[in-house]
């Protein structure tokens, strides 16, 4: 079993629609990633949060320490939005990523 | 200002050869951190240094290594290639570490023949 666990693995969205992606981890992370890798793989840093809801354009993260569990939300999802979608938190008093299998989310319009 | 740069962006290598790879990070970032993607085992943490130490280490055999510079340059080495080596190598620069955010290069592709 993955310390780090998405779902779903793969998303098919029609242009518009909401988008929700979560992300279950099972050790400790001080903080949590959510990565957007396109094709050709570069990475961008989407969000980085320890607590609570951040909020950037269409693109909402939230985490709940607690209950060891982040979402990933997109609102009026768009085909550019396709990508790969990665979650990763570093391993409690280490500087140790670890990452989910990654969501292949597919926009069409 | 500049983002995280990684050279080379693409590279072929025989079995048995060495390669290196560089990352210059985003500048004030003392932190680098790589990472290997394969389609098999998706991303997966190498090292991490720190102002020129190794903070942190992954579950890799020591035929991969890396340094980093005063100017928090870093290099890693991979001897004695292995056609399982073939992946793409991911940088990022952090300010202090995983715990701040994470800035990634395009990466360098690898392929053992």
């Known amino acids: 079993k993955n310390e780090v666990e998405q779902s779903p693995q793969n998303l098919t969205a029609q242009e518009g629609e909401f988008i929700t992606i979560n992300c279950s981890y099972s050790v400790g992370i001080s903080a949590l990633h959510w990565l957007q890798q396109h094709p050709g793989g570069g990475i961008v840093s989407l969000f980085m949060?320890?607590?609570g809801k951040k909020k950037h354009g269409r693109l909402i993260a939230t985490i709940n320490i607690q209950e060891k569990h982040s979402s990933l939300h997109i609102t009026a999802s768009h085909p550019r939005d396709s990508a790969v979608y990665i979650c990763a938190g570093p391993l409690y008093n280490t500087d140790k990523l670890i990452f989910g299998t990654g969501t292949r989310l597919q926009v069409f319009p | 200002k500049a983002g995280v740069t990684q050279t080379p962006r693409y590279l072929i290598k025989t079995r048995g050869q060495q390669v290196t790879l560089s990352c210059s990070p985003i500048s004030g970032h003392r932190s680098v951190s790589w990472y290997q993607q394969t389609p098999g085992q998706g991303l997966q943490f190498l090292f991490e240094?720190?102002?020129?130490?190794?903070?942190n280490k992954g579950n890799f055999p020591g035929r991969f290594s890396g340094r980093q510079f005063s100017n928090s340059r870093s290099e890693m080495n991979v001897s004695t290639l292995e056609l399982g080596d073939s992946a793409l190598y991911l940088c990022a620069s952090s300010l202090v570490g995983a715990s701040t955010e994470a800035f990634f290069g395009q990466g360098t592709r690898l392929t053992v023949v």
């Open positions: 949060l320890s607590s």
């Open positions: 240094y720190f102002s020129e130490t190794q903070r």
